[in-house]
Every structure is written in structure tokens, then in C-alpha cells.
């Protein structure tokens, strides 16, 4: 099946931020695997919900989820440290 496609706007570099660390989040939640991002069933899936978005490719996604893994052990860190401080 071809991807859907529309003469839609194109979407913002604010909206696709926040697109990409959402993908990421489903990756990481469901222990989906990172090629996730290169399957035609879930591109087309996006290209449907959002025509202009591009889906990043399984390396940027593998940067992304290193950057949410560090932000989470730095913030679970500091929630630690923080409940340690109040006992």
C-alpha cells in the first residue's frame, strides 16, 4: 500500500521535535525494536497521521534514545539524591 499523501502543510521543526522523543517513547515502552522506524507499515502509519512529518532513520533514532536514557538515569538520580536529603 502506498503512503498516504496530501497537499497538507508542512510540518514545523517545533512540531517534529516533539514528535520524535513520542516515537522514542513508544520504542523504549515496548521494547520495540529501533527498525521500527524503517518499516513501511509504521511509516506509512505516520505519513498518514502527519504527511510532511519524515520519520527519522533507525541511527538518528538510536541517538534519540540515548539521550532520553541519559536525561532519566540523570533525573531518577536526582530524585534519589533528593529523597535521601529529606530522610
Not at 513508544?26 to 504527511?51: C, G, W
Amino acid at each position: 500500500m502506498a503512503p498516504f499523501s496530501s497537499g497538507s502543510r508542512p510540518v514545523s521543526t517545533t512540531r517534529a521535535d516533539k514528535i520524535d522523543p513520542l516515537i522514542g517513547n513508544l520504542i523504549a515502552e515496548n521494547m520495540l525494536p529501533i527498525s521500527i522506524a524503517d518499516s513501511p507499515a509504521f511509516v506509512n502509519l505516520v505519513t498518514f497521521l502527519e504527511p510532511s512529518y519524515k520519520v527519522p532513520c533507525p541511527q538518528t533514532m538510536t541517538n534519540l534514545l540515548h539521550r532520553q536514557e541519559k536525561e532519566l538515569k540523570a533525573k531518577v538520580k536526582a530524585e534519589l539524591v533528593q529523597d535521601k536529603s529529606t530522610e
